[in-house]
């Protein structure tokens, strides 16, 4: 079973700061992690591989610094990673990014199953998961919370609904997005991350893969940020109750019966 | 499609919504977004269509005329009983093709996010995920699209000026439904599925409604919601007792889910559930950006901290300084006594 | 009088190097060289356990990859209730096998990233989550006679609940305390060393200048301009808890390390 995980390099959203004047995020110097439901994806892999056997490939798009990402996929047990890194790149939106992974996948060869994390934390888009399946045209499973049964022609899975869940088998190839509750990510060791430090990771341009250049990048996205706010505030004066916890109590209790809610 | 000249995108007309059908009920995001695309149709000067594929559904689209559809695109097959992604899309990439809309609407559910990314690939137009404002632009006519970025620092307006459709989810609870109008009719254009469409790709195998598991914080009128000030799961079951005695829901935010202190299911905030209570209780959570987005449009906002500079403390309509451990418990007496 | 815990010299804390880093050589090899030099001056080096739940090496890990001698008594572990089962007991396993005594048991800081032992897995019946308590008690049942159980003890929480989840803590096996960061002095601390003559207490003392970055343990905005004076605190401390071990957090290797064998004397 060969198995290619998608993932990505996010903002650690703790730190995201909008600069004041031009209302952009600041990327400068802020930092980054691996898309946290990504690392549910790669646990999920290796989970596979570990029973019935094959090979795990993290798949990144990114600047060169998100090789960081990939080695720590190969630290809790991928077999390889690859990250797809080019100016062509630049500005992709979901439609773009899901073409340009799919292209990845399609020159990996052989891929039997994608896993990806149900959203990145810095788009929280969900979208390229079943994008990438899409332009595959490959069956998918999203916010799979448990792989219940995965063999060489179709994997099992249950779906997450907001109402409970739906147990569905897909035909492989396929794509799988998967939710937290599917497992717990082993965590890293300095044993595993030392061996990946050690490995070379290539770095794939645009041609690597035989993209059509019309649709990757700026070119191939149909949308288009135009601006960007910060949110706005709710424009009540608060009452603020600092005195003697009986007298801020009754005063609460007292607010809440003026308006009937109590 | 790509539509790079204005004489291309005059082909393309309507505000479409995609009803969600669950267990052969359309639920309540159709209505929402049917009220959201009555506004985006009066200013294209256009119709909105309901594009329902379900089965045995036929029945239910006159409650989609009463609540602001034009016309009602239904596809009835006993394949789309279950939530076949791929065979839906491919249906609706089809409807897209034959009657050329200029907007698609879904809810941003776990079905809506499942099938409508499959839908813009394969029509090759834009998506833009958990929309919060849609409005029109003037000017020339492109559907703007409002939706929060970086875990909510960020409202992003987004465009999609050359490609049409114009595809959007929507999360639920974020529009509004109109008043239900029983004078309102429509017509109804029957599709149906082609021979070719059911692609044998996913097979459901079994469906389970989990009613008993699930904290209903979007329905809930009070929700009493727990931080990192609570300090452990003994924090919680405090909350509980007040929650019980308000008829409330317990939320939670990300710290605390994430420390273990209360399931998933609890957590509110851009990774977990948007709710619009009348009151929202914030006992000991700071505030994070991520935590604001999912609860800021309820009514009323009481917060308990200890410090009183916390985002939420600055947010709420009532804020209460002190220990929390002092004052819920307080509070629970003073509600009980009356 | 009460015993000295174990050794009579500094508990100086040092964080691993973090997970997340991207210059891991460099990050190792300061590691190495702070608690090699810990070693040499015969102070005891407290590794962090995933500190506030940012992903970091374990402190185990990192003597055995980086072939670090532990001295005798000279290192402490802390460890929190954040592991699988099988992660708990490998780092046990490697203490024991390093010659490692002292245990911080530490309910700790979680994240989504990391795991969290369940009641059942410590054999903890009745409580809904496990935190140093149940932990402390595991260890002392499936270790006898293995560790030297520390706990933290925090002044600035409420007083009477702070005793008594001590009082749990020593009923399920601890057996000495580390004090949140005191400036100066602090009643309750006075109060813990009077009311529990046999519990050794480490006092920790707060060694960076920012003094602001406390706030959040000890519950009230202290504000970024407050003056503080880390080695004239430390040598208060010295003053007013002669009988007690000092343990050094956020310690400045290159300026202030070289003053403590003076401040000590």
Known sequence: ?262 | ?338 | MKQHLLTSAYHVEILPPKQETEKLYEDLDRFSSKFERVMQSGYCACITDNAMGNLAFQGTELIEELELEAGRNQVMIHLNTFHTKADLHRILDSCKAAGIRQLLVITGDGSDRLPRLTPAEVGAEGVEAVTSVELLRYIGETYPGDFDLGVAFNPYEPEDHEFSKLDRKIAAGATFAITQPIIERHPVVDKLIESYPDLPVVVEAWMSKKISLLSEAVGYEISEDTPYDPIENLKTLHRNYPQCEIYLSILGFKTQYPLLEEIRN
């Open chain 1, 1 to 262: 079973m060969r198995i290619v995980v998608c993932v990505k390099q996010v903002p650690g959203t703790h730190d995201a700061k909008i600069d004041p004047e031009t209302k952009r995020i600041i990327r400068e110097g802020i930092k980054v992690v691996i898309n946290p439901f990504d690392t549910y994806a790669i646990e999920a892999a290796v989970q596979i591989k570990e029973e019935i056997g094959g090979e795990v490939i993290v798949l990144s798009m990114g600047p060169s610094r998100a090789i960081t990402v990939l080695r720590e996929g190969i630290t809790v047990g991928a077999d390889r990673g690859i990250l797809l890194s080019d100016r062509a790149f630049g500005g992709s939106d979901t439609w773009a990014t899901s073409y340009a992974l799919s292209r990845a996948i399609e020159t990996i060869g052989d891929v039997d199953l994608v896993i990806c994390g149900k959203q990145a934390i810095d788009g929280d888009t969900a979208q390229v998961g079943p994008g990438i399946a899409a332009h595959l045209s490959w069956p998918q499973a999203t916010y799979v919370m448990d792989i219940a049964d995965i063999n060489s022609g179709s994997l099992t899975a249950r779906r997450m609904h907001e109402d409970g869940w739906d147990l569905c088998a897909v035909k492989l190839p396929a794509v799988i997005t998967v939710v937290k509750d599917i497992n717990q990510p082993r965590v890293p060791t300095l044993k595993g991350r030392l061996a990946a430090e050690k490995q070379e990771i290539p770095i794939w341009k645009a041609a690597d893969i035989g993209a059509d250049p019309e649709r990757l990048g700026l070119n191939g996205s149909p949308t288009r940020v135009v601006k960007t706010n910060p949110p706005q505030g709710r424009m009540k004066k608060s009452v603020v109750l600092d005195g003697p916890v009986e007298q801020s109590v009754r005063r609460l209790v007292q607010e809440l019966r003026q308006r009937s809610l109590v």
């Open chain 2, 1 to 338: 499609m790509l539509t790079n000249n204005a004489e291309a995108r005059e082909e393309y007309r309507n505000i479409w919504v995609v009803a969600e059908v669950l267990a052969g009920e359309i639920q309540k995001v159709t209505y929402e977004l049917l009220g959201a695309a009555r506004g985006l149709a009066e200013a294209r000067g256009s119709e909105v269509w309901c594009v329902v594929l379900g089965n045995q559904i036929s029945s239910q689209v006159d409650a989609l005329f009463h609540g602001g559809a034009d016309v009602a695109l239904v596809v009835d097959d006993p394949s789309f009983m279950n939530f076949v992604d791929e065979d839906q899309a491919t249906v609706l990439t089809r409807l897209i093709r034959t009657h050329k809309p200029e907007v698609v609407l879904c809810g941003a559910t776990t079905r809506g996010r499942a099938l409508i990314p499959r839908v813009a690939v394969d029509a090759n137009c834009g998506l833009t995920a958990d929309c919060t404002g849609l409005s029109i632009d003037p000017e020339n006519g492109d559907l703007l699209q409002t939706r929060p970025a970086f875990g909510g620092n960020i409202l992003a307006t987004i465009r999609c000026s050359n490609h049409r459709p114009q595809m959007a989810t929507v999360r639920p609870r974020v529009m509004n439904e109109l008043p239900v109008d029983t004078s309102r009719t429509g017509r109804v254009i029957t599709g149906k599925l082609e021979a070719d469409e059911a692609g044998g790709l996913k097979q459901i195998l079994k469906v389970f409604q989990d009613s008993e598991n699930s904290v209903n914080l979007a329905d809930a009128r009070f929700i009493i919601a727990g931080g990192r000030g609570l300090k452990g799961a003994d924090g919680f079951k405090m909350l509980k007792d007040l929650a019980e005695r308000v008829h409330g829901a317990v939320g939670a935010s990300r710290a605390a889910v994430d420390s273990g202190w209360v399931p998933y299911y609890h957590q509110v905030g851009q990774t977990g559930q948007t709710v619009q209570a009348t009151v929202y209780f914030a006992c000991g959570i700071s505030g994070q950006i991520q935590h604001l987005v999912g609860m800021q449009s309820c009514d009323f906002i009481i917060a308990i901290d200890r410090n009183p500079d916390t985002p939420l403390m600055q947010l709420a309509d009532v804020a209460v300084v002190g220990d929390l451990f002092e004052i819920i418990p307080q509070l629970i007496k003073e509600i009980s006594r009356t």
